[in-house]
């Protein structure tokens, strides 16, 4: 079966490590997407990639990284720069990044625990 | 300025009732896309609808239909005779221009908690 899977569902992490959240697709998907998700709240975007070896900033990239080094693989990063890493983190594929009705597929998260 | 608003923190909604959840987007564009999506509590999401802004007609598909208001910017999502399967939150979104800096990004409401009572 087609899908996003994101790995693992539930992450714990001390203070100060980087951690490297997974997700790859089956989808033959152009596009991928990060969303950070909070307690009660809306998905914000972390970063996006439209196409293999490129990418671009969402809304609160500050203290993530990402990588798009094959099509399948859409690795986020998240460093000890990032301030409250503790989120629900969910990637997102769409076939085309140019298709308007072009519905995003999610994963079913990682829930990241940083103490 | 907030670019999905979704009023409805919380709903609830007797089973076999018909439920209404609201949303208002903004936006200058023309052309854009309306997406509705739903997130049981185990986490995923699930695409619902979606509505094109050139689209004649209210989308439908199943019991979820999409009162689209263009003038009004609003984007109401109808759930018809609710089940107690439909208790999660529900996300509208919103995709505006398809330049490549823009990347085909979603932006997301706050979501509404819909609770189905028995």
């Known amino acids: 079966d087609g899908g996003i899977t994101q790995s693992p569902k539930y992450l714990f992490r001390k203070e100060g490590q980087n951690v490297t959240l997974s997700c790859e697709q089956n989808?033959?998907?152009?596009?991928m997407y990060w969303y950070r998700q909070d307690p009660g709240q809306g998905l914000r975007l972390i970063y996006y990639?439209?196409?293999?070896?490129?990418?671009q900033k969402g809304d609160i990239a500050e203290g993530y990284s990402v990588s798009r080094e094959k099509k399948e693989s859409f690795p986020l990063t998240v460093t000890s720069a990032q301030k409250n890493p503790t989120a629900f983190y969910l990637c997102?594929?769409?076939?085309?990044?140019?298709?308007?009705?072009?519905?995003?597929?999610f994963g079913n998260g990682t829930r990241l625990t940083v103490t | 300025a907030q670019k999905i608003t979704q009023t409805q923190p919380g709903m609830f909604v007797q089973e076999k009732e018909a439920v209404t959840l609201d949303c208002t987007y903004d936006?200058?564009?023309?052309?854009?896309?309306l997406f509705w999506y739903k997130q049981p509590s185990s986490g995923e999401m699930i695409f619902l609808i979606y509505?094109?802004?050139?689209?004649?007609q209210n989308a439908t598909e199943g019991r979820y239909s999409l009162n689209f208001q263009k003038a009004r910017k609003s984007a109401n999502l109808v759930i018809s005779a609710s089940q107690l399967g439909d208790s999660a939150m529900y996300f509208c979104?919103?995709?505006?221009?398809?330049?490549?800096?823009?990347?085909?990004?979603?932006?997301f409401g706050q979501g509404t908690e819909l609770s189905v009572k028995p």
């Open positions: 997102a594929s769409s076939l085309h990044w140019e298709g308007r009705n072009s519905p995003l597929h």
């Open positions: 936006t200058s564009d023309q052309s854009y896309g």
């Open positions: 990639s439209q196409i293999v070896n490129d990418f």
């Open positions: 979104a919103m995709r505006e221009s398809l330049s490549y800096n823009q990347g085909g990004k979603l932006i």
């Open positions: 509505q094109g802004s050139y689209d004649e």
């Open positions: 989808l033959n998907h152009d596009a």
